[in-house]
């Protein structure tokens, strides 16, 4: 072994120690459920001997589960913290090396150093990355690089194997691994006697949004006037990483303006710098551009405020309409989501409501401009193209024909068993369905129909705002001027010029 004699354990890196990690249950938020689930371990670690006169043994290893920025470090730090025991931390890439034989070292050193040193924590990060499902041991691949490091990564998961296996429960040892790629995972880990214990950290709910916003709210000067609640309920499937960094992003913003506290504008501020992108200076349109922006703009945001009032659409109300350029784009308009609900189902109406949004922003320049049309407005054009497609085909809302070309793929599998269809196959056994059901070309059909509909919704969308036309002409005037305008502000507008006001008063 020519390896011998050289100790590739105390090779860099080795295992993180926090004596104590500070982190406490108090400092996770939103993920109730595993906390409920780990504070078992905390009371075992904080008495094991007790746990082993009792016989209740600890499962051997834990595996949190779930997207990344959800928590899962946090929270084995919390149980470490909360135990007061040592927690060594590594990461699943760091053992991975081309040299055979290190990976494994470290660990042995790994396990040995936590036992000495119990009660302790063990948490492996990404163990994903050390424990891919392996390739068997019959792989043809002649890349020698390949094959010495599938060896070393499998060398490296069989001891970890080993650890877990010799793992005699009640020797005050947690281990905790996490992942977000499970699917990765070789299934050799998830037997019994290993990772007996899988926990799902996903990201927070509203409820729980709001719960990890005040708890990363403690660290910075917020003023008494800032709405929380409202953050959580408007950051749908924002994780705790983000939502902490939404904080201190807010901090940062607050102390470059000069403010005493984090205020209102301040979050809003870094909402908009996490989500687009921060402010560009320097990039300046001309004033012609930000004409057409804007129109185009307040024609998609003023589209859903008067369908909302006078058809009761369910389409996202705009929160805020900006010309400043921020990240990638020139100008922006920011919509408020709807109830998880009226995603989860969308009907007919909503969705040809929320195609007539789309087309708001070319209709506002046809009624503004007249055939004079620019640019501005042609990323809404594509998004609404897209849907009347996807209207027309997946969905088949505009008429009861099918028009798939081809069953779905899942179609294609399932098995029907039912009291309309005895046989045990597939619904479409007795037809090819990989010809188009109708003699015609389906392409073409596709296409007739897309257009159709964009012709149709569009005439009423420029219907719309011609008899808007004085509030529409209103709001660009003052989002030209201000540079922002906030949906309240354009409530505002369209109840001062009601339909049919004449045009000219503006003049
Ligand atoms: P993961 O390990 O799931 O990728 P982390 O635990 O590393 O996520 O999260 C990174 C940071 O984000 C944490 O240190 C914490 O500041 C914040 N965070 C994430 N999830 C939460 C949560 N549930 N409650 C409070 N803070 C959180």
Same mark, same amino acid.
């Not at 004596?19 to 993920?31: N, Q, W, Y």
């Not at 790629?181 to 070789?186: F, S």
């Not at 006078?310 to 369910?314: H, S, T, V």
């Not at 997946?394 to 779905?408: F, K, T």
């Given at each position: 072994d020519i390896w011998q004699g050289i100790d590739f354990s105390q090779s860099k890196p080795q295992a993180r120690v926090d +004596?104590?990690?500070?982190?406490?249950?108090?400092?996770?938020? +939103?993920?109730e459920e595993a906390v409920e689930e780990l504070q078992e371990l905390v009371n075992y670690l904080k008495n094991p001997d007790l746990f082993d006169k009792l016989g209740i043994k600890p499962p051997h290893g834990v595996l949190l589960e779930g997207?990344? +920025?959800?928590g899962k470090t946090l929270v084995a730090k919390a149980i470490a913290g909360e135990a007061g025991v040592p927690f060594y931390q590594m990461a699943g890439?760091?053992?991975? /090396?081309?040299?055979?034989?290190v990976g494994s070292a470290r660990i042995r050193d790994l396990f040995k150093r936590a036992k000495v040193n119990k009660p302790s924590v063990i948490f492996i990060d990404e163990i994903d990355a050390l424990a891919t499902r392996r390739q068997g041991?019959?792989?043809?691949?002649?890349?020698n690089l390949y094959n010495a490091a599938t060896q070393e990564r499998e060398t490296t998961l069989n001891q970890l194997l080993i650890e877990l296996d010799g793992?005699?429960?009640?020797?005050g040892v947690i281990f905790l691994g996490a992942t977000n790629?499970?699917?990765?995972?070789?299934p050799a880990l998830l037997r019994p006697g290993r990772f007996d214990r899988k926990i799902r950290v996903q990201p927070p709910n509203a409820k729980g949004r709001l719960e990890v916003l005040k708890v990363h709210a403690r660290k910075v000067k917020l003023?008494?006037?800032?709405?929380?609640s409202s953050y959580a309920n408007d950051l749908?499937?924002?994780t705790g990483a983000k939502l902490a960094q939404l904080l201190q992003e807010a901090a940062l913003v607050a102390a470059r303006k000069g403010h005493e506290e984090v205020d209102q504008s301040d979050l809003d501020d870094a909402v908009d710098r996490l989500t687009i992108g921060p402010k560009r200076v320097g990039i300046e349109l001309g004033h012609q551009g930000q004409c057409r922006r804007a129109t185009a703009e307040v024609g998609t945001a003023i589209t859903s405020h008067l369908l909302r009032r006078?058809?009761?659409?369910?389409v996202e109300r705009c929160d805020r309409v900006s010309i400043n350029p921020r990240g990638q784009t020139l100008s922006q308009v920011v919509f408020h989501r709807l109830d998880d609900e009226l995603y989860m189902f969308e009907r007919r109406p909503q969705l040809l409501h929320r195609l007539q949004v789309f087309l708001g922003g070319r209709a506002a320049e046809d009624v503004i401009y007249g055939r004079d049309t620019?640019?501005?407005?042609v990323n809404y054009l594509a998004d609404a193209t897209w849907l009347a497609r996807k209207i027309i085909t997946?969905?088949?809302?505009?008429?009861?024909?099918?028009?798939?070309?081809?069953?779905?793929p899942w179609r294609k599998t399932a098995k029907f068993v039912g009291p309309r269809l005895?046989? /045990?196959?597939?619904?479409?056994?007795?037809?090819?369905?990989?010809?188009?059901?109708?003699?015609?070309?389906l392409d073409d059909e596709i296409a007739k129909r897309t257009e159709e509909l964009l012709r149709e919704m569009y005439k009423k969308t420029v219907l719309l705002l011609r008899q808007h036309h004085a509030a529409l002409l209103k709001t660009v005037k003052v989002l030209l001027n201000q540079k922002e305008i906030s949906g309240a502000e354009i409530d505002f507008i369209i109840d001062k010029y009601?339909?049919?006001?004449?045009v000219s008063l503006l003049l």
């Open positions: +004596g104590s990690t500070g982190v406490t249950f108090a400092d996770v938020a +939103g993920i997207p990344p +920025g959800c890439s760091e053992f991975v /090396e081309v040299l055979v034989g041991i019959f792989s043809d691949s002649s890349d793992f005699d429960t009640g020797k790629r499970m699917d990765l995972l070789d003023s008494p006037s800032v709405d929380l749908p499937g924002w006078l058809e009761n659409a369910k620019s640019r501005a407005s997946i969905w088949n809302l505009e008429n009861p024909m099918v028009i798939h070309g081809e069953p779905p005895d046989f /045990e196959g597939s619904l479409y056994d007795d037809y090819d369905l990989t010809e188009p059901p109708l003699n015609f070309n009601p339909a049919e006001t004449s």
